[in-house]
């Protein structure tokens, strides 16, 4: 099974964004991860749809949304028309994640469900129907650079045995680093999110660190 990377763009420099991810594309890079926080649902604040709607031209293939903001309702339709391919919801962001998942679809893009790590997988089946792809955090969201959160593994597995059967992608996003990716990617992850470790020194290193991760992660899936 091929194994996607999607660096996220949290860990770049934000005073150049545009040419970092001309670069990730220069680099083969065709998923880009961009991390929308409302200082309210995590305590950290960086994108609006404005900015979302400046990067898509600098943006090769995928433009991946998670929106890490609550209540979502008001700015959703922003964020839609803002260009993106996958917009992420949290099942955690209000009482009706399913209506937002639907009105996601609705507009024509692809609807990602995200869960935290103190949330379980029961209502899943009842959600799927409506998701094309199912982000884990292995990190509490709010930051990058933190370690995986050591269950994260177990918590793929359980949730790619719900998925799998339905051809819905599992994401983990947070803490993917040469040395996890190989469990998160034997566990079924079929897209990890990098930050720090894509973003590690100087851009001329950004392609040698996407390989590795690649690498690891290959490695089991294959
Ligand atoms: C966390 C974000 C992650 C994060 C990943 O709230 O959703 O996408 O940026 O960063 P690293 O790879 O540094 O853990
Ligand atoms: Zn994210």
Redesign the pocket.
């Known amino acids: 099974m091929a194994v996607t990377i999607a660096p996220?763009i949290?860990?770049a420099d934000f005073a150049a964004l545009g040419s970092a991810c001309r670069a990730l594309g220069e680099a083969g890079v065709d998923w880009v991860?961009v991390?929308v926080?409302d200082g309210h649902f995590?305590p950290?604040l960086t994108f609006g749809p404005p900015m979302v709607r400046a990067l898509r031209p600098h943006i090769r293939g995928t433009m991946d949304v998670?929106l890490?903001i609550a209540p979502v309702e008001p700015l959703l339709p922003a964020f839609l028309e803002a260009g993106a391919d996958i917009v992420t919801v949290h099942a955690e962001a209000g009482p009706h994640v399913h209506r937002n998942l639907r009105a996601i679809r609705a507009a024509g893009v692809r609807a990602g469900l995200?869960i935290n790590p103190g949330t379980g997988l029961d209502a899943l089946p009842w959600l799927l129907d409506d998701v094309d792809l199912l982000?884990v955090?292995?990190?509490?969201?709010?930051?990058?650079?933190?370690s995986?959160i050591p269950s994260a593994a177990a918590k793929i597995r359980a949730a790619a045995a719900l998925c799998r059967p339905r051809g819905i992608p599992v994401m983990a996003?947070?803490?993917?680093?040469a040395e996890t990716a190989r469990s998160l990617a034997a566990a079924g992850a079929e897209v990890l999110?990098?930050?720090?470790?894509?973003f590690a020194g100087p851009q001329e290193r950004w392609g040698a660190n996407i390989a590795s991760l690649r690498r690891a992660a290959e490695d089991v899936a294959a």
Not at 193 to 198: E, F, I, K, P
């Open positions: 996220s949290l860990a991860h991390d926080m995590v950290n998670h890490m995200a982000c955090m292995t990190v509490n969201p709010g930051f990058g650079g933190q995986l996003d947070g803490g993917v680093s999110v990098a930050g720090s470790a894509v």
